[in-house]
T-cell receptor
C-alpha cells in the first residue's frame, strides 16, 4: 500500500527566503506526482504535475523535482512571499493502474511566510 | 477557478439527518472522484466514476454513504443518518482518461454535524 509522507509538517519563514518542501513515497512505481496548494477552508489548486519520466518541472517561482529511485520529491519555492502562505500537499496515483485521479496524499506542509 | 463546482459550500446538520452534496465536473472530463478530508490531514479517496459507472469504492465509504452519477455528468454524494465523525471537508475532483493528466479539484463542501 502506497504511503506518502511530507516533511516538515509546518514551516514558518520570513519573506524573501528560498525554501524546500519534502515529499516521500514508499512505492516507487508511480506514473506521476502532483503538488497542490490548499488555502484554509478551500479546495485544492494544482501547482505542478511531474511525469515519471521527468526529473523536474517548473512554474514561475516553483520548481518540483522527482527522484523515483529514492522515492522522493521536493518542491522548491524561490523568494517566498506572504501570499505563498498555505498548505502544500503532494499526491501520487496508484502504481500499475490507470485511475490517475485516485490519489494518495501526504498530510501536507503548512507554510507561513511572514512579512 | 478550476471549473469543478461543488454545492453547497457549507452544510450544518443535526446528527441523524441525511445530507446530499452535488459536484459538477469540468464538462469534458469523464472521470469524477470523491474525497474526504478531516482537519490536519490530506484528502482520502472515497470513490470514483467513469461516465455513469462507479468503478471503485474505498473501505471508508460505509453503507451510510452512497454516490451516484446518473447521466455521466454531475454527481451526488449522500450521507444517511449522519454522525459527528462525518464532519469533514468533502472534495470532488475530475479528470480525463488520458494518461498522466492532472486531477482538478473543486472548492469542497464543509460538513459539520452537531
Amino acid at each position: 500500500k502506497q504511503e506518502v509522507t511530507q516533511i516538515p509538517a509546518a514551516l514558518s519563514v520570513p519573506e524573501g527566503e528560498n525554501l524546500v518542501l519534502n515529499c516521500s513515497f514508499t512505492d516507487s512505481a508511480i506514473y506521476n506526482l502532483q503538488w497542490f496548494r490548499q488555502d484554509p477552508g478551500k479546495g485544492l489548486t494544482s501547482l505542478l504535475l511531474i511525469q515519471s519520466s521527468q526529473r523536474e518541472q517548473t512554474s514561475g517561482r516553483l520548481n518540483a523535482s522527482l527522484d523515483k529511485s529514492s522515492g522522493r520529491s521536493t518542491l522548491y519555492i524561490a523568494a517566498s512571499q506572504p501570499g505563498d502562505s498555505a498548505t502544500y500537499l503532494c499526491a501520487v496515483p496508484p502504481e500499475g493502474g490507470t485511475s490517475y485521479g485516485k490519489l494518495t496524499f501526504g498530510q501536507g506542509t503548512i507554510l507561513t511566510v511572514h512579512p | 477557478d478550476t471549473g469543478v463546482s461543488q454545492d453547497p459550500r457549507h452544510k450544518i446538520t443535526k446528527r441523524g439527518q441525511n445530507v446530499t452534496f452535488r459536484c459538477d465536473p469540468i464538462s469534458e472530463h469523464n472521470r469524477l472522484y470523491w474525497y474526504r478530508q478531516t482537519l490536519g490531514q490530506g484528502p482520502e479517496f472515497l470513490t470514483y466514476f467513469q461516465n455513469e459507472a462507479q468503478l471503485e469504492k474505498s473501505r471508508l465509504l460505509s453503507d451510510r454513504f452512497s454516490a451516484e452519477r446518473p447521466k455521466g455528468s454531475f454527481s451526488t454524494l449522500e450521507i444517511q443518518r449522519t454522525e459527528q465523525g462525518d464532519s469533514a471537508m468533502y472534495l470532488c475532483a475530475s479528470s480525463t482518461v488520458q494518461a498522466n493528466t492532472e486531477a482538478f479539484f473543486g472548492q469542497g463542501t464543509r460538513l459539520t454535524v452537531v
